[in-house]
């Protein structure tokens, strides 16, 4: 499947790891919009949060707790952080696998 996340999970493109389990990866931003950029995805392939299916209700689970565990491996769980999925055209999405930034590191404001 021609998919930039994909190929990350299979490897055939590098990253650089903050977590990693059996079913979730996050890795560091490689455009960082702030000091702490990471993005968290599915190892398997869902297009966006649009995509998601009842028989994923565990997985995404599992993945915001392991959102949990980044914000804590990051030290950015005290001063707070955002966590941001975009979906489609007007979300500007540009990767159509499912992912979360998890951003922080500095104080973020709100603009659209
Ligand atoms: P989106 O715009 O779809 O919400 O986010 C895609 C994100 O993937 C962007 O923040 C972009 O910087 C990041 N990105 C794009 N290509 C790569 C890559 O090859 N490696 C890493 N680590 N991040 C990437
Ligand atoms: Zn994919």
Redesign the pocket.
């Known amino acids: 499947m021609d998919c930039?996340?994909c190929k990350?999970v299979a490897g055939e493109?590098?990253?650089?790891k903050v977590y990693e389990d059996e079913h979730v990866l996050a890795?560091?931003?490689?455009?960082?919009?702030a000091p702490v950029?990471v993005?968290m995805i599915p190892k398997k392939h869902i297009a966006s949060l649009l995509e998601i299916q009842p028989e994923d209700k565990e997985l995404i689970g599992h993945l915001h707790l392991s959102l949990q565990k980044v914000a804590e491996t990051m030290e950015v769980k005290d001063p707070g952080f955002r966590i941001?999925?975009?979906i489609g055209k007007h979300?500007?999405?540009?990767?159509?696998h499912l992912?979360y930034?998890l951003i922080g590191g500095r104080q973020l404001n709100w603009t659209m």
């Open positions: 930039l996340f990350i493109i590098p990253s650089t890795f560091h931003d490689i455009n960082p919009i950029h993005l941001v999925t975009n979300g500007q999405q540009t990767v159509f992912h930034h």
